[in-house]
């Protein structure tokens, strides 16, 4: 199984990004799905979180300002980013409960960094 995120970049403070993620390989079916990030001297932070039947949940910080989605056809995750922060840079990863030949799983993806400077 292999999650590959996509859409990160600099971006100026009050802009916006699309994060996408993957899934692709040896799947039966997908349960939650979430991003995290990490910035460099810190512990890795759930941002967000997606169940299988589309139930979201966000953390504190970014409640109101990013949207999760997902397309269970594509196996795919999506993480819309608006009014961003300086704060909000960081390494995000993409997380995913995987059943598969091998049971119930959790994969990570490689990770995409986003950076919102002027």
């Known amino acids: 199984v292999q999650l590959q995120a996509f859409g990160g970049g600099l971006v100026q403070p009050g802009g916006s990004l699309r994060l996408s993620c993957a899934a692709s390989g040896n799947i039966f079916g997908i349960n939650d799905m979430s991003w995290y990030r990490q910035v460099p001297g810190k512990q890795r932070e759930l941002v967000a979180s997606?169940?299988?039947?589309?139930?979201?949940s966000y953390t504190e910080s970014v409640k109101g300002r990013f949207i999760i989605s997902r397309d269970n056809a594509k196996n795919t995750v999506y993480l819309q980013s608006n009014s961003l922060k300086p704060e909000d840079t960081a390494v995000y990863y993409c997380?995913?409960?995987?059943?598969?030949?091998?049971?119930?799983?959790?994969?990570w993806g490689r990770g995409t960094l986003v950076t919102v400077s002027s």
């Open positions: 997606i169940t299988g039947g589309g139930r979201t």
């Open positions: 997380h995913a409960n995987i059943y598969n030949s091998r049971g119930l799983n959790i994969y």
